[in-house]
Structures are given as structure tokens and as C-alpha cells.
């Protein structure tokens, strides 16, 4: 049974960091991508970045381009998302997914979902 966990969340400043770490259980991690989500009080959940299965290829949203880094450990069947210079419209409610397609921005296109990690940017 295919199971995601996100950890890393938090409360920072305008201009921190924060990491945030996807735990995947099950087999197949590594025959997957994997995105992150995010979804904010009263709006739709968006696509925030993706990463192919092995890694070679990722993708971002342009509000996080340059501030954002998606990496994996298919040893560790783990996914994170590296966030520097936070601002407060990136707080929000983070979602990783898997993914068994080619099209990495579509909510639809993700079949499992972890449970999300608050993260919060004062200003």
C-alpha cells in the first residue's frame, strides 16, 4: 500500500528557509515522479514543482523559480523541497503526490497524496 508522509513545515520569516521532506512507503518510488502542491486558505491547490523518476528532470512553478529546488533519494525513497527566500503568499498547506504520467502540472494527473505540512511566512 502506497503510503506519503510530509515532514518540515513550520513557522519562518519573510526571507527563510525551510525544507520539507516527502517519506514514501510502498514499492515503485523510484519508477515515479513526484510533485509538490500547495493550497492556501479559500484557493485552488496549485502546482508548485516535479521531479522525474530518476531525477534527471524538474519543473516549477514561475512564482518559485530560483527560490525552490525539488531533489530525490530513491535509496531513501524520499522527495524534498528546498525553500529559500520565503514570502508570505507561499504560506500554505504543502502537498506531495505520485505521479504515473508525463504531465507534470495537473493535480488530476496524481493518483496518491500525502496528508500536507503547514508552512507559514510571517512578514
Known amino acids: 500500500q502506497v503510503q506519503l508522509v510530509e515532514s518540515g513545515g513550520g513557522l519562518v520569516q519573510t526571507g527563510g528557509s525551510l525544507r520539507l521532506s516527502c517519506a514514501f512507503s510502498?514499492?515503485?518510488?523510484?519508477?515515479?515522479?513526484m510533485g509538490w502542491f500547495r493550497q492556501a486558505p479559500g484557493k485552488e491547490r496549485e502546482f508548485v514543482a516535479a521531479?522525474?523518476?530518476?531525477?534527471?528532470?524538474?519543473y516549477y512553478a514561475d512564482s518559485v523559480k530560483g527560490r525552490f529546488t525539488i531533489s530525490r533519494d530513491n535509496a531513501e525513497n524520499t522527495v524534498y523541497l528546498q525553500m529559500n527566500s520565503l514570502k508570505p503568499e507561499d504560506t500554505a498547506v504543502y502537498y506531495c503526490?505520485?505521479?504515473?504520467?508525463?504531465?507534470?502540472?495537473?493535480?488530476?494527473?496524481?493518483?496518491?497524496w500525502g496528508q500536507g505540512t503547514q508552512v507559514t511566512v510571517s512578514s
Open positions: 503526490a505520485r505521479n504515473p504520467t508525463n504531465d507534470y502540472a495537473r493535480v488530476s494527473n496524481y493518483n496518491y
Open positions: 510502498g514499492r515503485t518510488f523510484s519508477s515515479y515522479a
Open positions: 521531479i522525474s523518476w530518476s531525477g534527471g528532470r524538474t
